[in-house]
């Protein structure tokens, strides 16, 4: 361990020299000592790939002020040239450019809090011990820390929608409902990113793991847990649904990724297929009868929780008011709408379901 940070300390100097001089003036050569130093074999080679301004797509990479380890925009053409190439890195190296901007962007503490979101206890230290590019709009570097009670802990870095799902990650405990827990943070330099635990359990609507045998074993808990978040997220008008139902280990089902938010108009579109209507399909693709007895079952059961919800939303609406109005810079950023309009159409939704 060590010898590790030791590593690190070496490369955070020679970055810290490599930015001392002018970006008009920074070589070849410069960039090259840099790669060596993390370890990446042929840096020549490396340097010379055939995506447009590499080197200075690899300065915003080794920048220590930003929190950026995919130094392009997700919708670029390139994109995937560019993630690749860094996957090309070693791990070692990938894990220092990530350390290196921990104190700079106020990741450090951003971290920890999350981190003691998580355990229930107050960390003081950590460890980055990988860090992967994944291919997810929403999140798109999953990085590993080992804390000071040698656990490991996967987390998403994520720059997209960031304010939604920040605001509605308070909702659900008000109201009785599990939630991943999420820390917002804007770093110094303005940048704006969200940190959250990798979910553990299956999405119920994506994972292959999700198989007839699974369905009819699980489907109660599954589908009463769904009814009780979409009553939610209807009050709330979240527009991302399918592919976001988590059922956790701990038998509870969570929602993911709940970037969009307030869409309360009825013209509004969402990207959702009710759960009810799901499984049964996926249970019994060629059995009619099987499947229709299924859908019932499920509807019942899904509507009696979905009102059970709302009840308990209208009976804590004076707590859910209250973490709104705490919000509402944040709402009024995030929707572009004057606040007062966006709490006044949320009370009528969740008093009108009752």
């Avoid at 100097?13 to 930015?19: G, H, I, N």
């Avoid at 020549?44 to 220590?64: G, V």
């Avoid at 939604?164 to 990650?169: N, V």
Wanted: hydrophobic share 40%; net charge neutral; proline share 5%.
């Amino acid at each position: 361990m060590q010898s590790v940070q030791a590593d690190l300390v070496k490369y955070e100097r020679a970055v810290s020299r490599y930015f001392q001089i002018p970006a008009s003036e920074r070589k070849t050569r410069d960039r090259e000592k840099i790669l060596q130093l993390l370890g990446v074999e042929n840096p020549q080679e490396f340097l010379t790939m055939h995506i447009p301004l590499w080197e200075l797509k690899i300065d915003e990479l080794l920048d220590p002020t930003t929190t950026d380890m995919l130094p392009i925009s997700i919708s670029h053409s390139y994109v995937n040239w560019v993630r690749g190439a860094i996957r090309l890195m070693p791990v070692t190296a990938r894990v220092k450019i990530f350390s290196s901007k921990l104190k700079a962007t106020g990741l450090l503490k951003a971290i920890l809090s999350l981190l003691a979101k998580m355990t229930g206890d107050g960390q003081k230290e950590f460890v980055v011990t990988d860090v992967q590019l994944v291919e997810k709009v929403h999140k798109d570097t999953l990085f590993t820390v080992s804390d000071g009670e040698r656990r490991e802990h996967r987390v998403y870095l994520s720059r997209f929608g960031c304010l939604g799902e920040y605001i509605h990650s308070g909702l659900p405990g008000l109201v009785g409902l599990p939630a991943l827990p999420v820390v917002y943070h804007v770093t110094p330099q303005g940048e704006e990113v969200l940190l959250k635990p990798k979910e553990e359990g299956l999405n119920i609507y994506l994972d292959e793991a999700v198989r007839p045998s699974r369905v009819l074993r699980d489907w109660g808990w599954w589908v009463e847990g769904a009814a009780r978040q979409d009553a939610l997220g209807d009050c709330i008008g979240t527009a991302l649904r399918y592919g976001h139902y988590v059922a956790t280990p701990d038998k509870k089902i969570v929602m993911i990724d709940n970037i969009e938010l307030f869409h309360l108009d009825e013209t509004d579109v969402r990207i959702f297929e009710p759960i009810y209507d799901f499984l049964p399909k996926k249970t019994h693709p060629d059995d009619a009868r099987k499947r229709d007895s299924l859908r019932t079952a499920m509807r019942r059961e899904y509507e009696e929780a979905y009102r059970d919800q709302i009840r308990v939303i209208a009976h804590q609406w004076g707590e859910v008011e209250r973490y709104l109005l705490e919000m509402r810079r944040h709402a009024r950023a995030y929707s572009g709408e004057p606040f007062e309009g966006v709490l006044s159409r949320i009370k009528a939704r969740v008093f009108a379901k009752r």
